[in-house]
């Protein structure tokens, strides 16, 4: 009597850890499975895309400022981060450019590499105001270089990840300096 009673819990034990193995595939198999979750009554949730592409510079007005890529620029999009952080991204001579401005006082290029020390810093003096601009290298230019300033509560952030210099980078950046700043008013 006590073997027959042993094989028969020793059955059941088999039947209830194959089924509870059977439930966990299945449950991994739909969990992995994009039309098991589209089926699953439990609502999925979704974050909204940071980046919203917009039409041009003018729809940065918004934000309280706009920038301007460079004027023979190509391959030019825009848009809007976290609805706070205007982004123009654009190639100029088979070398791709990311210029971004945002009211904040906080860092907004999205680059984060190790620079060469020491940074380039220049002033460009306008009517009224002088932007304190600072390029940074990254390995002597080989791997790109970044431009950082700010102007009336705005920080601004330029930067290309293909290899430049100093003087490339303010080659590209001053026209488009010229045409964000307020330095017509300089000009009589």
Known sequence: MKKAFSIV???????????????ANESATSAASPEAA????????????PVVEVDGSSDFAGLGFIITPYQTA????????????A????TLDGESYTYRAARTTEDISGVYETFDEPAQPFD???????LNI??????????GALAKWDYDGIQYSFYSPDPTDYDEMT????????????????CG
Do not use: H
């Open 9 to 23: 819990i020793a059955i059941l034990l088999i039947f209830v850890f194959a089924s509870c193995k059977m439930v």
């Open 124 to 130: 460009l003096e306008g009517p009224d105001f002088t």
């Open 134 to 143: 600072v390029i940074q290298t990254i390995n002597g230019g080989a791997n």
């Open 74 to 85: 190509k391959d030019v999009r825009y848009s809007i981060i976290g609805g706070t952080v």
């Open 38 to 49: 589209a089926a699953s009554p439990e609502p999925s949730v979704q974050l909204p895309n």
């Open 171 to 186: 080659d590209v950046l001053l026209p488009i300096l010229y045409v964000d700043f307020p330095f017509v008013d300089c």
């Open 87 to 90: 982004q123009i991204i654009f």
